[in-house]
């Protein structure tokens, strides 16, 4: 599966796409701010990857697309992101397009709806981490909800050195 191509702000509101990314594997999650349930096993789980690419000197960037993007400024991905002790080196957060937009890139590049729910008290989106590669296409998914990360770490290992 390739990664289409999103034009979004960074958390410091600068502008990126998706393309910026190539030359380099990257790890890309869905989640927002006001995540009731599953982001804040998620996002947790993702920043500890990040140490521990950091640490064993895995060449990997970061990217968490929001799935609100009406709520989620680049302020409020920054604070959250602050909060969850991730090092903006390596990490990026995604906003600044329409929701319309981010429910057609995650269909088109995740094959994976994202869906308001009726009352607005949640958004539902895929909990997977995807490994890209150095050329835009996803090469694996893993469990984003595992908090045992042994085997996601190896196979990153293997695969990214």
């Given at each position: 599966?390739?990664?289409?191509?999103?034009?979004?702000?960074?958390?410091?509101?600068?502008?990126?796409?998706?393309?910026?990314?190539?030359?380099?594997?990257?790890?890309?999650?869905?989640?927002?701010?006001?995540?009731?349930?599953?982001?804040?096993?998620?996002?947790?789980?993702?920043?500890?990857?990040?140490?521990?690419?950091?640490?064993?000197?895995?060449?990997?960037?970061?990217?968490?697309?929001?799935?609100?993007?009406?709520?989620?400024?680049?302020?409020?991905?920054?604070?959250?992101?602050?909060?969850?002790?991730?090092?903006?080196?390596?990490?990026?957060?995604?906003?600044?397009?329409?929701?319309?937009?981010?429910?057609?890139?995650?269909?088109?590049?995740?094959?994976?709806?994202?869906?308001?729910?009726?009352?607005?008290?949640d958004i539902l989106h895929v909990t997977a981490f995807f490994l890209v590669d150095?050329?835009?296409?996803?090469?694996?998914?893993?469990?984003?909800?595992?908090?045992?990360?042994?085997?996601?770490?190896?196979?990153?290992?293997?695969?990214?050195?």
């Amino acid at each position: 599966m390739e990664v289409t191509e999103l034009e979004f702000l960074n958390q410091e509101g600068e502008e990126q796409q998706t393309n910026d990314f190539e030359g380099g594997y990257w790890l890309a999650n869905m989640v927002f701010t006001s995540c009731p349930e599953i982001c804040p096993i998620m996002s947790p789980n993702m920043q500890n990857l990040q140490a521990t690419a950091i640490d064993e000197g895995i060449p990997l960037q970061f990217v968490s697309f929001t799935v609100d993007p009406e709520t989620d400024s680049p302020e409020l991905l920054k604070q959250y992101g602050t909060n969850l002790g991730v090092d903006y080196n390596s990490w990026t957060f995604a906003t600044g397009y329409e929701q319309e937009e981010i429910e057609t890139f995650s269909l088109e590049t995740f094959k994976s709806p994202v869906q308001k729910v009726e009352d607005g008290s949640d958004i539902l989106h895929v909990t997977a981490f995807f490994l890209v590669d150095d050329e835009g296409t996803i090469i694996r998914k893993y469990d984003g909800l595992e908090t045992d990360q042994t085997a996601i770490v190896q196979d990153l290992k293997d695969t990214i050195k």
